[in-house]
């Protein structure tokens, strides 16, 4: 398996930064002059360029955690576009990565995946990502789902990091048996709390896990089965839910018939890796995304899911908050819509709110805030229009809340175009430029483009926005952020 390359400025057009450097915080001050950029290492029928800027710094900080792949102390961005043209195969799909540093993220600072020659037509190498330290050598690592269309198998490759960024080497997994649509949701989280990461993967059917450790490198794993001959699997999250300091496993899924209700559970982690199901449930009817983090400061962490599809009770979509507790899910989940009390700037995004969502802790006061998209029925009227919106909610001591909440819209991100349609389709919160902020990453898919902006600078006058756009619209360039 392989990394593919191409030229930089012929890969990735219209690259607008609108944000000065002087508008990012640096945190990364012992650092000196960056060296050229890496070239990540080749296999013998393809190559890479374009790999990270690698400066890592006794003084760097550790903000990147799990999606650090150059251990600099900075989150990096990965964007799928899974209907890709690779070597003239339709749908065989790319990846790209986007390295951070003091300044965020930068236009001579990204990597670009694919299979290369080993790439197959359909086969949607991109559709999903996840990452974080799944062999325990300290640099977060880039899991990639293929899982297809149809009946096909599927597949998961791993890039794994390194101090020059993620290595040109593409690692195969096994498959588990019966595999139908493998990658199709993925989650990365130390389970079992040995200090390494690791994966669950799931099929259009089934969830499996496989212990993270250095025979990951080789693609060895031995698949544990979670859930398996089900109708459908919604989607994965992991984190702490019980408090213990293993990481849990959400799931959302359908048991008979993916046109029933569904359910969300949590599966506990222990020093045996996950352990089956903790207390209670969370909503799992529609659900588009999940995501896990500590909205309330109490210990443990809150399941937040979002739901933009009609079948929901609420037919614009909604998010929903279940608080986590020592014994698993606690009470009854909290909904959210664009219409609830305080929600700024809402009322119009009637068909799609929850269409994605993202946890992460935006202006950095140790509670998890939460991005929510809402990619259609948002509409900005001037001198040309706009779709779609995200609303950003913060949590607090008494757990998320509309209050401070911001909403972002083509025109506010300064998104170039005078008609931009689906934006807020996928987001991501994370600290691309290590100040302890999260930036708020929204893709644009029907007119495809990531936009990275920063919430905190926003709120102080301060905003500016960097545009990623791809060379050819039409491949679902963002259909996937890590």
């Not at 915080?25 to 029928?45: C, Q």
């Not at 993967?201 to 212990?211: D, E, G, L, Q």
């Not at 399941?303 to 614009?316: K, Q």
């Not at 995004?349 to 992460?360: E, K, L, N, Q, Y």
Request: with cysteine.
């Amino acid at each position: 398996m392989i990394i593919a390359c191409k030229s930089a400025v012929n890969l990735l057009l219209g690259l607008l930064v609108a944000a000065a450097t002087a508008g990012c915080a640096t945190a990364n001050t012992g650092a000196g002059t960056a060296p050229p950029p890496a070239t990540a290492d080749s296999a013998t029928t393809g190559s890479a360029t374009g790999g990270p800027a690698a400066r890592p710094s006794p003084s760097a900080r550790t903000a990147g955690g799990a999606h650090d792949f150059n251990g600099d102390g900075y989150a990096d961005l990965a964007v799928g576009a899974p209907e890709g043209t690779v070597n003239g195969m339709k749908g065989a799909g790319r990846a790209e990565v986007v390295y951070g540093s003091a300044a965020g993220v930068a236009a001579a600072n990204r990597q670009f995946l694919d299979r290369g020659g080993a790439a197959v037509k359909g086969e949607r190498f991109g559709a999903t990502l996840a990452s974080g330290d799944l062999d325990g050598d300290g640099y977060a690592d880039l899991v990639i789902g293929a899982p297809g269309k149809g009946g096909r198998a599927g597949s998961v490759e791993i890039a794994f990091g390194s101090e020059q960024g993620l290595s040109g080497r593409l690692v195969s997994l096994g498959r588990p048996e019966r595999a139908t649509g493998f990658g199709a949701a993925l989650a990365v989280g130390d389970f079992d709390r040995d200090g390494r990461a690791d994966l669950a993967a799931a099929t259009f059917t089934s969830v499996w896990v496989a212990r993270g450790g250095a025979g990951m490198r080789t693609g060895k794993t031995n698949w544990r089965s979670v859930i398996r001959d089900i109708a459908d699997v919604g989607a994965l999250a992991a984190g702490d839910v019980t408090g213990e300091g293993y990481a849990d496993l959400a799931v959302a899924y359908s048991e008979d018939d993916p046109a029933d209700e569904g359910v969300g559970v949590v599966y506990r982690g222990s020093r045996a890796g996950l352990a089956g199901r903790a207390r209670g449930t969370f909503p799992g009817w529609g659900v588009r995304a999940v995501a896990v983090g500590d909205l309330d400061g109490d210990g443990y962490g809150d399941v937040v899911t979002s739901s933009s599809d009609d079948a929901v009770d609420d037919a614009g979509g909604r998010i929903s908050v279940t608080r986590g507790s020592a014994g698993g899910l606690d009470g009854t989940p909290r909904f959210w819509t664009s219409a609830s009390p305080g929600m700024p700037g809402m009322s119009e995004a009637a068909r799609s709110f929850g269409s994605s969502v993202a946890v992460g802790d935006v202006d950095g006061d140790g509670y998890a805030d939460v991005a929510v998209g809402a990619s259609e029925g948002y509409v900005q009227l001037g001198e040309g229009a706009s779709e779609g919106a995200v609303a950003v909610l913060y949590g607090g001591r008494g757990g998320l809340s509309t209050k401070g909440a911001q909403v972002f819209d083509p025109s506010s991100a300064g998104v170039p175009g005078e008609f931009v349609r689906g934006f807020g389709e996928r987001v991501a919160l994370l600290d691309l430029d290590g100040d302890g902020g999260d930036e708020l990453v929204v893709s644009t898919l029907a007119d495809e483009q990531v936009t990275v902006l920063s919430p905190a600078r926003k709120a102080a006058g301060k905003a500016g926005a960097v545009h990623l756009r791809p060379e050819r619209q039409g491949e679902q360039f963002g259909r996937s952020l890590n």
